[in-house]
């Protein structure tokens, strides 16, 4: 931030300001760093300062049913969106990762991929179709 050249008592002192938060400032002494405190009235920023809370990623959780006994995975829409392509048929066999269909999204096209291995059991959309989010668009068994 600033720099500064400090004279006390005949010593010289060269003093590098790193950051200034509320009243702590991190100063740089002669290469070394310490944590100061300021005696002063803390001036309140005029520029918000932005705290967001930590995001957790849930990958599949809005695209895919979890998996249960007898139960055949559910493959959902993330968004709602247009089906532009099917690529799987009934029947075909599927690995985690693969693409099962393309969706146009907020005028993007999205790849809609499995998350489990199996075999393609019902396709419930045709292209062109419209739906919601979570509305179902395969059945893995």
Do not use: C, W
């Not at 006390?8 to 002494?29: L, M, R, T």
């Not at 920023?45 to 967001?52: D, F, G, N, V």
């Not at 599927?94 to 999204?105: A, F, H, P, Q």
């Not at 993007?108 to 292209?127: A, D, H, P, Y």
Request: overall charge neutral; proline content about 4%.
């Amino acid at each position: 931030m600033k720099k500064f050249d400090f004279s006390i008592n005949g010593s010289k002192y060269e003093v590098d300001i790193k950051d200034i938060e509320d009243n702590i400032a991190q100063v740089e002494v002669n290469g070394t760093i310490y944590e100061v405190e300021i005696h002063r009235e803390v001036k309140q920023s005029k520029t918000p300062r932005l705290m967001r809370p930590a995001v957790k990623h849930s990958y599949g959780e809005t695209a895919f049913a979890s998996k249960k006994e007898g139960v055949a995975p559910l493959v959902k829409a993330p968004l709602p969106g247009l089906i532009l392509k099917i690529l799987v048929n009934v029947g075909d066999e599927v690995n985690r990762g693969d693409v099962l269909l393309v969706m146009e999204t907020m005028k993007m096209e999205n790849n809609i991929l499995t998350e489990s291995k199996g075999r393609v059991k019902s396709i419930k959309v045709k292209v062109g179709d419209n739906v919601l989010q979570n509305d179902v668009l395969v059945e893995i068994e």
